[in-house]
C-alpha cells in the first residue's frame, strides 16, 4: 500500500501495521538522507503490507536444526523488516502428530525460527501474531482497497460513508508453510487444517509441486469454508499478485506456469462491534516452492 507524501507522522502510524519497525528504518538512514527523500522513503515502506514465513531450506533430512525467517516486505521472498518477538502470539510445527515449539531469534531483517525435525514426514509450520490497532486516513483506506481487491460491497459501504466515518482497524496476522522431511511422500498431514482463524489448506501436496500443476487450496475461516473470498497469488520477484475468487466451498484452483517460491495472500475484512474500532480483519499468507 503506498502512503501519501505529505504525512510523515500519519505515515509512521500506517507503516506499523506491516509489522515493520518504522522508528528503526527512519532513524538508520536518515542521517544520509534529505527530508523530502525521507518522505519518499516511509511512503515505499509503507506498502511493505505482506507478512510472510519461510523455510530457508525447502526439503532436510531428518534430524535437521531447521531455520525459517517471518519477515514483512515488499517484494516476495526478500527480507525486508524483521517483525518484533513480542507481537507473536504463537509459533508451532506439526509433524507426525506431535505439535512443536518453534525456538525464535531477532535477525537483522526478520524474526528467525528454529526448529528440529528428528522423524521423515511433512512438517507444517506456522506463526500467528497478536492484534493491532491502526488508524487509516481515506486515501489510503482506497489504497488498501486495491491492494486485498476488496468486494463492491465494501467499497460501496466505504462510499455510503463520505469519507467522514473514521477507519479505526484491529487487524491479525497468519503465516504458514511447509517442510518436506526425508521421503515423505505418502504422509497427507499437510491437508489437515492447524486452526488458525483464517487459513489457506493445500489440496495438492506443496512439497511436490513442479511447474504446470493446477494448485488447488482451500480457504478456511475458524475452520469453515469461506466463499467468495479473493485470494491472490505472486511469484518471486513479481511486484504484482493474480487474484481469484473462492467458489461456494471456500475453493481456487492456481496454475504454477514457473518454477520458484511462490506466496499466496488474502485478507478477510468485516465491520466490527467492538468499541474503539470500526473494522477487523484477518491477514493469512501460505508459502511453497515449486520445483
Not at 521421503?183 to 493445500?202: C, F, Q, T
Request: aromatic share 8%.
Amino acid at each position: 500500500m503506498n502512503g501519501e507524501s505529505g504525512n510523515p507522522t500519519r505515515r509512521l502510524s500506517f507503516l506499523d501495521r506491516f509489522g515493520c519497525d518504522e522508528r528503526v528504518i527512519i532513524v538508520k538512514r536518515a542521517r544520509s538522507l534529505t527530508v523530502l527523500t525521507i518522505i519518499l522513503l516511509v511512503a515505499l515502506v509503507a506498502s511493505a503490507h505482506d507478512t510472510w514465513l519461510l523455510a530457508r531450506r525447502a526439503s532436510v533430512p531428518p534430524g535437521t536444526l531447521a531455520w525459517l525467517d517471518l519477515t514483512s516486505g515488499m517484494t516476495f521472498p526478500a527480507l525486508d523488516y524483521a517483525i518484533k518477538p513480542e507481537r507473536v502470539s504463537l509459533a508451532r510445527c506439526r509433524l507426525n502428530g506431535k505439535t512443536l515449539e518453534l525456538a525464535r531469534s531477532s535477525a537483522p531483517k526478520s524474526l528467525a525460527f528454529r526448529v528440529s525435525l528428528p522423524d521423515a514426514g511433512i512438517a507444517t509450520l506456522w506463526v500467528e501474531l497478536n492484534p493491532k490497532s491502526l488508524e487509516l486516513t481515506p486515501k489510503q483506506v482506497e489504497e488498501y482497497f486495491d491492494e486485498i481487491n476488496a468486494t463492491a460491497q465494501l467499497r460501496q459501504s466505504w462510499k455510503d460513508a463520505g469519507g467522514k466515518k473514521r477507519w479505526r482497524e484491529l487487524y491479525t496476522k497468519h503465516a504458514k508453510t511447509f517442510m518436506q522431511v526425508g521421503e515423505a511422500r505418502a504422509d497427507r498431514s499437510w491437508a489437515d487444517p492447524v486452526g488458525m482463524a483464517l487459513e489457506i489448506v493445500p489440496e495438492k501436496n506443496p512439497t511436490t509441486l513442479r511447474a504446470g500443476d493446477d494448485f488447488p487450496v482451500r480457504v478456511l475461516r475458524d475452520g469453515v469454508p469461506l466463499p467468495n473470498f479473493s485470494l491472490g497469488i505472486v511469484r518471486e520477484g513479481n511486484s504484482s499478485s493474480e487474484f481469484q475468487k473462492t467458489d461456494a466451498e471456500g475453493r481456487v484452483t492456481f496454475r504454477l506456469a514457473r518454477p520458484g517460491k511462490w506466496l499466496m495472500r488474502g485478507t478477510e475484512l468485516r465491520a466490527s462491534n467492538k468499541p474503539e474500532t470500526e473494522w477487523e480483519s484477518d491477514f493469512t499468507t501460505l508459502t511453497f516452492v515449486v520445483q
